[in-house]
């Protein structure tokens, strides 16, 4: 039963069925039966964990579990600190309020891989990272956290899913690697451990 540390690209899906010319996770991963735990938009970059074991895919992605998620976040702009604390405290998005979070502004990774395409740059209007560690993933939730307090998302990156992260498991975009379950540093355990 394999734990595979995924680096999802830019623009590919989260499926394995194809989809109208769309690359999804069978033009990277030649794994039988495996599917993910959790998911990113096609929009987003960075960690994902995919298993075949049933039960381990809901305790990684049922919210339930709380799972730490780290996302690296490229904004317009540069947030202040009422910007910060706004994105930190449980923030109303209009169909749900947001659990409490940890939000930083962090120097843009020296690690991290340029996207293609790139980000379009404007000379007149700064960009800024955020490091947003969230226990929850409802959809688009980060955009839209960071949208409604006035700071539009321009690159999303997940960099950390648990005890699993993308500094710890150096992966360019494409790229994974299985781990042993039970091993150190796996929070999890085969089912019926």
């Known amino acids: 039963m394999p734990l595979i540390l ?9 499926q394995f069925s194809p989809q109208d010319g769309r690359a999804t996770l069978a033009d990277y991963l030649a794994i039988p039966n495996i599917y993910p735990a959790g998911r990113l ?3 987003s970059e960075g960690l994902m964990l995919l298993t075949d074991d049933g039960k381990l895919q809901h305790r990684i992605a049922h919210p339930d579990h709380k799972e730490a998620k780290t996302y690296l976040v490229q904004v317009d702009g540069i947030p202040d600190a009422a910007a910060l604390a706004r994105l930190q405290a449980p923030l109303d998005l209009g169909d749900f309020v ?3 979070c940890r939000a930083v502004r962090i120097a843009e990774p020296e ?3 340029p996207r293609n395409p790139p980000i379009r740059a404007r000379a007149d209007k700064p960009t800024s990272w955020l490091a947003i560690t969230l226990a ?3 959809n688009r939730q980060v955009r ?3 949208a409604a307090v006035g700071y539009p998302t321009l690159r999303l990156v997940r960099s950390s899913i ?3 992260s993308l500094a710890t498991h150096p992966l360019m975009p494409g790229e994974f690697v299985e ?3 039970g091993s150190a540093g796996s929070p999890y355990r085969p089912a019926g451990d």
């Open 162 to 164: 648990g005890a699993f």
């Open 41 to 43: 938009d096609a929009d």
């Open 144 to 146: 839209r956290m960071t």
């Open 111 to 113: 690690w991290l891989w």
């Open 6 to 14: 995924f680096n999802k690209p830019f623009q590919v899906l989260c």
């Open 98 to 100: 947001t659990q409490p």
């Open 179 to 181: 781990v042993s379950l």
């Open 136 to 138: 929850e993933g409802k």
